[in-house]
């Protein structure tokens, strides 16, 4: 039998076997220092205090995190480029120029950005800055020799794929035709490459195209099969989650989900209602706790976020 053939009949059979979750997952939290364990966060809170103009509390928050693991830059928290910019703000320029570095030689982030912004004046007028300047046409081709083009032109496709007859009456039968091709495809890539994350396809600067990595293979995901998901992709993306190559919303929302699809109760409380108001969660005593062991933050660091966000951006 063909071995992702193999994996899906496996993950079919192996669901009646298995406790209902939260708890089969939560056993097999391996213990160690991930992601999870000591980083997340301690970048809600470096994002919190950022956004209310508390620079040095952020600046000692992200230099926690940072210290275990290699500076992620996820998409609604850019830590390392805000880190790089309050770097430059509280004067630290030797890590504010190697935090610019690695943004552009391993997250694609253009030099524009860089020269045009005004916390970095300072910088500019330094030896080192000047030196990076004439690096980055290297540094930039180096970065886009290491994107996966192909792959990231197949997810676009994955993508189209997935939305083609959703929304036509009648032609369910071949979405759900093309949502297992989706899914065979995705085991087949979660096997040999691990998640496809930013690092891995590249971001908008490679091509202009800024909708594959706003959904990236989320929505993809929601629309495997129950049994499939909760056995198989479930497991894996709580690997990549302390990993740091997957954003522990995109763990939280697969389940939540199949709860919700079930007609049942959510269980890290990562989807509300469409005007912002709450939907009930099965264990809320052990809200907290249950996000943060799968590197969510907790309520009320959400709550303040969103509220800040609001209030800065009426978004």
């Known amino acids: 039998m063909n071995r992702y053939l193999l994996l899906l009949f496996t993950a079919v059979c192996s669901i009646a076997c298995q406790p209902p979750f939260p708890e089969s997952y939560e056993k097999d939290l391996q213990q160690g220092n991930t992601y999870i364990e000591s980083y997340y966060q301690h970048i809600y809170l470096a994002d919190l205090a950022y956004l209310k103009g508390n620079y040095q509390e952020a600046w000692q928050a992200w230099q926690r995190a940072f210290s275990s693991h290699p500076p992620l830059n996820q998409p609604m928290y850019l830590e390392l480029y805000y880190a790089a910019k309050v770097a430059a703000h509280l004067k630290h320029d030797s890590l504010a120029l190697s935090y610019i570095e690695a943004l552009i030689q391993t997250h694609g982030k253009e030099w524009q950005a860089f020269e045009t912004d005004t916390v970095f004046a300072e910088l500019r007028r330094t030896p080192r800055w000047r030196l990076l300047k004439e690096k980055y046409p290297f540094m930039r081709q180096e970065y886009l020799n290491g994107v996966d083009l192909e792959l990231r032109k197949e997810i676009a496709t994955m993508q189209k794929r997935d939305q083609l007859y959703r929304s036509h009456q009648g032609a369910l039968p071949a979405q759900k035709t093309l949502d297992s091709i989706n899914t065979h495809r995705l085991m087949q890539l979660f096997e040999s490459r691990g998640y496809p994350d930013e ?117």
């Open 199 to 315: 690092r891995m396809i590249g971001n908008e600067s490679v091509d202009g195209d800024w909708t594959i990595n706003m959904t990236g293979i989320g929505i993809m995901l929601l629309h495997t099969a129950d049994s499939i998901r909760m056995a198989y992709f479930v497991p894996k993306l709580l690997q990549f989650v302390q990993q740091g190559s997957c954003e522990p919303l995109m763990l939280g929302r697969a389940i939540d989900k199949y709860y919700l699809y079930n007609k049942e109760l959510q269980v890290y409380g990562t989807y509300t209602n469409r005007d912002g108001s709450e939907i009930p969660v099965q264990y809320p005593e052990q809200l907290d706790s249950l996000r943060i062991s799968i590197g969510l933050p907790p309520v009320a660091v959400q709550a303040e976020r969103d509220a800040l966000v609001q209030q800065m951006y009426g978004r």
